[in-house]
């Protein structure tokens, strides 16, 4: 056991006891951040700040929302809406974060692909992002479901049923999964629990990861450049701040971050409270009906492009699965595809700029034609599309196998 | 074995038939209750159904549609179910395109669905559009004059090809 000694005061009775002045140390004011970055590294505090949201307006939600399918829609669009005071405010807060939150996902993820943040020792901190990702989708599939209107109802029943095309225990495992033939009370309860409790703790388990495999590799920086975290600290402790390549993570770095989450939430709390409509389908709030099928089923703008990677293999249902499930899981191989070993912004790869736009573009066809009916040419559209998205992975490889021998040759 | 190589994998062992146990119960836990699979059956009754009439059931939460054909409408000797010396139409009443619910025609005799265009014949053989494949044919069993769905009778079978 320690020495303890009489206190000085609460900090040194508390530190004599955990350590926390240590424990401050490494993860504040001794955690370094470079200072050649730029706003786009506020997206990961922009995000535990959505999340934080996220959970205290479902905290509120979870106080009137009935998980049974005779109760559920009418315990959100008359109790919660009408009765309960300010409930409408933690619903659009929920419904617009979870919007939100995907948004600010994709750019975090779309800068750390364009910066190549996942390579170079920061291959951890990549897959448990995309964990996070794939996480997050499944909180935000099972939450869609509670309102129990006419979009949760068939967004679950098409979802679910995807599992019936995996080979042989396909048909056992959507019941399996449903709790009955259909998607019924079972299903809502069950997929009620994931959503509030399960998938929330695995959430806060994988963001605590998430920082830990941030903490030895550190974040990566606008010109790839790599810095020797140990020798600039000793510059910026010795008081040649304006020499050091890195900032204290506190609480310099998140000062800047708290600048830019405030901005951010400028436009958050203007959507919220004014054009929250985006993010309530009108179609929802019909009760659910199984015997009725809504004429075009879509899922929220953020599954777009992977529901019409889906839907784009228009002939072939299996090919369309397949599509779909390695368009979930190919990110995740991300710094194994990318051959080489140059870590800079793509506007510093030629061909990896090309690449990365086209995959922009790409995706943004995908999600443009999934919320269209798929008929006539739109079909063919988004075949080429899928294809387009699938052919673009493939390449990845060789491209930057190239651009490997081009750097080798050059040193 | 030493001792303490025995005690570990004494630990090990237990330790992994309480998690096989545990695996076990959670699987059981989600299954369907007995309630919802005794409610997997619906029975048909096709005594009072007359020639050209069409109906819909409810099965597994599913629409499932019954057309007593007349004798002008072409045979489907793959799908047709014959109960006694009516032949009988017989599908889930799902759109194999993505899941909508196709109404039947009587006039001109096929399924037409409003969400993507879709048609299936009286057969419930698809036609015309995007559906790949024809309406799925329920699992049934002929009891009489009645039909029971969710059962896999011979003549099921048959239709399947299983047998």
Not at chain 1, 2 to 30: H, P
Not at chain 1, 152 to 173: D, H, Q, R
Not at chain 2, 110 to 128: P, S, W
């Amino acid at each position: 056991m320690a020495q303890i000694k009489k206190a000085e005061g609460f900090i040194d009775w508390l530190d004599q006891r955990l350590a926390v002045k240590k424990f401050m140390q490494v993860m504040m004011t001794e955690y370094w951040i470079p200072k050649n970055i730029n706003f786009l590294w506020a997206m990961g505090v922009v995000l535990i700040v959505l999340f934080a949201i996220l959970f205290v307006s479902g905290i509120f939600l979870l106080m009137y929302y009935k998980p049974d399918v005779k109760l559920a829609f009418d315990s959100v669009n008359y109790t919660i809406m009408q009765e309960v005071k300010y409930g409408w405010l933690w619903r659009h807060l929920h419904a617009v974060a979870a919007s939100a939150i995907f948004l600010v996902i994709y750019i975090h993820m779309f800068v750390a692909i364009y910066y190549g943040s996942y390579k170079q020792g920061r291959e951890v901190i990549w897959i448990g992002g995309m964990l996070l990702f794939m996480t997050f989708s499944a909180e935000a599939f099972s939450g869609y479901m509670l309102p129990w209107g006419q979009m949760s109802y068939w967004a679950a029943a098409v979802i679910t049923n995807l599992f019936g095309g995996i080979p042989v225990i396909g048909p056992e495992l959507v019941v399996w999964i449903r709790g009955n033939f259909v998607v019924s009370d079972a299903t809502l309860t069950r997929f009620f629990m994931l959503h509030v409790v399960l998938l929330p703790v695995v959430i806060m388990a994988l963001i605590a990861f998430h920082f830990y495999t941030l903490r030895f590799p550190h974040v990566g920086n606008e010109l790839g450049e790599e810095i020797d975290f140990d020798k600039e600290a000793e510059k910026y402790k010795a008081g040649n701040k304006k020499e050091a390549k890195v900032i204290p993570f506190w609480p310099m770095f998140l000062s800047k971050d708290i600048f830019v989450v405030c901005v951010f939430m400028v436009g958050f709390f203007y959507l919220t409270f004014f054009h929250f409509n985006f993010a309530m389908d009108p179609i929802n709030f019909e009760p659910a009906d199984s015997m009725k099928t809504p004429l075009h089923i879509y899922p929220e703008w953020y599954f777009l492009w992977s529901y019409e990677v889906l839907r784009g293999f228009f002939f072939s249902s299996d090919l369309g699965l397949i599509a779909f499930g390695i368009a979930n899981g190919i990110f995740l191989f991300m710094p194994w595809l990318d051959r080489s070993p140059v870590v800079a912004p793509a506007h510093k790869r030629p061909m990896f700029m090309i690449w990365f736009w086209a995959l922009i573009a790409d995706l943004i066809v995908l999600t443009v034609y999934g919320k269209l009916p798929p008929t006539g040419v739109n079909a063919y559209i988004g075949f080429v599309a899928s294809i387009a998205f699938l052919g673009l992975f493939a390449a990845l490889p060789f491209i930057t196998s190239i651009e490997a021998k081009k750097a080798g040759r050059a040193s | 074995m030493n001792r303490r190589d025995f005690l570990g994998m004494a630990l090990g062992g237990v330790a992994a038939v309480g998690a096989g146990a545990t695996l076990v119960a959670m699987k059981g836990a989600w299954d369907p209750l007995p309630s919802v699979i005794s409610a997997g059956f619906t029975t048909v009754d096709l005594s009072g159904m007359a020639e050209g009439e069409f109906k819909t059931v409810e099965w597994r939460g599913k629409p499932v549609y019954v057309l007593k054909k007349t004798a002008a409408m072409k045979k489907c000797e793959d799908r047709d179910v014959v109960v006694g010396n009516a032949d009988y139409s017989l599908g889930i009443q799902i759109c194999t395109h993505l899941g909508c619910i196709p109404s039947y025609d009587k006039g001109e005799m096929k399924f037409k669905c409003a969400c993507h265009g879709g048609e299936f014949d009286a057969c419930g053989k698809n036609t015309f559009g995007p559906p790949p494949t024809p309406m799925e044919i329920p699992p049934f069993r002929i009891d009489g004059e009645k039909l029971v769905l969710g059962e896999e009778g011979p003549e099921y079978k048959k239709l399947s090809g299983k047998a």
